[in-house]
């Protein structure tokens, strides 16, 4: 059962990213407050300002967006809801992607690319230095010392505090780790779709935190099942309990739960008070 709290978030835990950034274990994705597609500004300009601010006061202190979000919309908004930046406050973001329309991302790892969306984020947030710079994709068109090699040289630059990639498999961060420490992965993962076990395996191994993205995923109907009994048993949405099944999953889960709605992000923190028990852990088997 979950408990209302002031700040929910706060029951989640911490986890600490490259041994100096420790934060919330149950972040915001700032996806959602753009437009349909992921493409132009939120329907709703004063509601998105209003999820950013609330998020806060919940007990977030991680935020992840990406220069693609619009693109330059989530990042624009964030700076516009919490600048100057309440101490504490992380905010990780990722380039490495084109938008050439709504619900299209082709990947571009070229130097230019990425230089570009480096310098725009910073600009964008109002930043000296990126806290969390994720790779959004490996690019196969790409030599990978050209991206690998450009990160290290931002960083050793003081562009970038810390670095993470995002959809690798465990070669993929072998290979990153010849050029810099990677901190985080940011993979699609929830209970209905697993097949980053062994990525998750090997970040729990390595100290970096894995970043699952696209929490409740749709199309798995046995998984949806469980999911659904478990909410009914707990008195929760099946949301909530997507997160929760998350939180327990790994302590170097970081699940970053995305709304564009204050009413559901308040709802969607409350999943970090939630106690699963041995009898939904039988519905909802652990990794």
Known sequence: MQSQSAQPVLEAGTITLGGDLTVNRLAYGAMRITGDGIWGPPKDHDEAIRVLKRSL??????????????????????????????????IGTKGGLLRTGPNQWPVDGSRKHLQEALDGSLKRLRLDRIDLYQLHRFDDKVPAEEFLGFLKEMQQAGKIRHIGLSEVSVEQIKQAQEYFEVVSVQNMYNFGEQKWNSTLKFCEENNIAFIPWYPLSAGNLEADKAIHRVAERQNATEYQVALAWLLAASPMMLPIAGTSSVKHLEENMQAATIKLTDEDFKDMPLP
């Open 57 to 90: 006061e919940l007990g977030i202190n991680f935020i992840d967006t990406a220069d693609s979000y619009g693109p330059y919309v989530s990042e624009e908004l964030i700076a516009e809801a919490l600048y100057p930046y309440a101490d504490g406050l992380v």
